[in-house]
């Protein structure tokens, strides 16, 4: 999709962007890309969730003109801040991602809370850095028809889907052979299901490559992620499952690549660095702008290796592939699912394998529908989760 701004305005001006889930690890990061880029970058809005001490340091720091928090009780800690409009809940965050000035709306609002304000933000016209991946894993259908109607970008912030971003430079779907998506493989690659029987949550916090928040982290464990990643990419390039391929690269230095019809590759690499393609995102499609990030040299990583997943030891992210073969309403059946099965997982109340038999029961036992908009999308979800929540007791401990 063409970007919402015009190319002189990106590069001589200011730009005015909102980051909802400002507390968070991808939120927290794109701040730190607007403090190294201050004459570029200016915050209005930040939302976040009960983080109120983290956000207050936020509010000094970029002073922007409105927040939002989850609760109504979460405001009073914020009743002496002078000039910012303090909002909360579902409503506050569609009134930080739709402010009047507002040109770029990054989304790291973690679940389905994403969904509504990155639809407000389309229909406001903002251009939209999408980070959360429940927002296309859920509502893939919903928001690219909306975007598309609007004339808005969707620019993706995960690293693997800026290097598509990068590497499709404006191809059209025709010309792909296929998206290579690479995995790091987690913490548990080359393990079988004997190994993965009795690992505790400490165990699979601790990935190899990223520091990120625990969900995420989890689902890169056990690969759920990488299945979410897949769908998120057919819904931003418009390319089928056929043309999607998972592998394994332990190094995380090529993010992606894509390659063309005629034989070529092209991959983006760099340093595991998040900041990165959220600087990619804000600024594109301006020009490239130096900075102080971590720089990766050749001689640090000499050896690069590419394996093919294990779908059978990893059964979630066999079990992505076919929800996406279901379609409709199967995904966003899988993500609900999947979130209350890892909070099982973190809590003791469930064993590392039990994710994907709680995941795998759940889906047996929907009944794939289409949904026509979000309210009807929410009742599927919600019924996902009693489901699962019943699969949870089923294969507990």
């Known amino acids: 999709m063409a970007s919402g701004l015009a190319y002189d305005r990106l590069c001589k001006s200011k730009m005015n962007i909102s980051v909802l889930g400002s507390t968070g690890s991808i939120g927290t990061q794109t701040l730190e890309v607007v403090s190294a880029h201050p004459k570029k970058l200016k915050v209005l809005g930040l939302a976040a969730g009960s983080n109120t001490s983290l956000l207050k340091t936020q509010i000094k720091k970029f002073r922007p003109k409105a927040i939002s928090v989850k609760k109504e009780e979460d405001k009073r800690a914020f009743k002496n ?11 506050g965050n569609i009134e930080v991602a739709t402010l009047k000035g507002v040109e770029r709306v990054v989304i790291a609002t973690p679940g389905l809370a994403g969904i509504a304000p990155t639809l407000a933000a389309i229909a406001a016209k903002k251009t939209i850095c999408l980070a959360t991946k429940e927002v296309l894993v859920a509502a893939g259908e919903l928001v690219t028809s909306e975007a598309k109607k609007h004339k808005v970008s969707l620019i993706p912030i995960d690293s693997e889907h800026s290097a598509i971003f990068q590497a499709l430079s404006g191809r059209s779907e025709k010309e792909v052979k296929r998206i290579i998506l690479t ?5 548990f690659r080359g393990k079988t299901v004997k190994d993965l029987k009795k690992i505790t949550p400490a165990q699979a916090l601790a990935h190899p490559t990223w520091s990120m928040g625990k969900k995420i982290t989890i689902d890169s464990a056990t690969l759920m992620n990488k299945g979410f990643e897949v769908i998120e990419a057919m819904w931003l390039f418009g390319v089928p499952l056929s043309k999607i391929q998972v592998v394994v690269h332990p190094q995380s230095i090529i993010h992606s690549a894509v390659e063309f019809v005629d034989g070529s590759i092209i991959a983006q690499m760099g340093a595991s660095d998040m900041r990165l393609p959220i600087q990619y995102a804000l600024f594109y499609p301006g020009e490239r702008l130096p900075n102080n990030f971590r720089r990766f040299s050749f001689f640090d990583k000499r050896d690069l290796t590419f394996d093919e997943p294990d779908l059978k030891t990893f059964k979630c992210l066999d079990l992505a592939f076919k929800a996406i073969s279901k379609g409709k309403s199967a995904p966003a059946v899988l993500t609900a699912a999947n979130d209350v099965a890892v909070e099982a997982f973190l809590a003791g109340k469930l064993p590392f394998l039990g994710i ?8 047996s036992a929907h009944k794939v529908q289409k949904f026509r908009n979000l309210d009807e999308l929410l009742a599927i979800d919600e019924w996902a989760r009693e489901n699962a929540a019943q699969n949870v007791l089923k294969f507990s401990k």
Do not use: C, H, M, Y
Request: charged content about 20%; overall charge positive.
């Open 81 to 91: 801040i002078k000039n910012v409009q303090v909002r909360f809940g579902d409503k």
């Open 183 to 187: 995995a790091s493989g987690g913490p």
């Open 356 to 363: 994907g038999q709680v995941l795998e029961a759940t889906l």
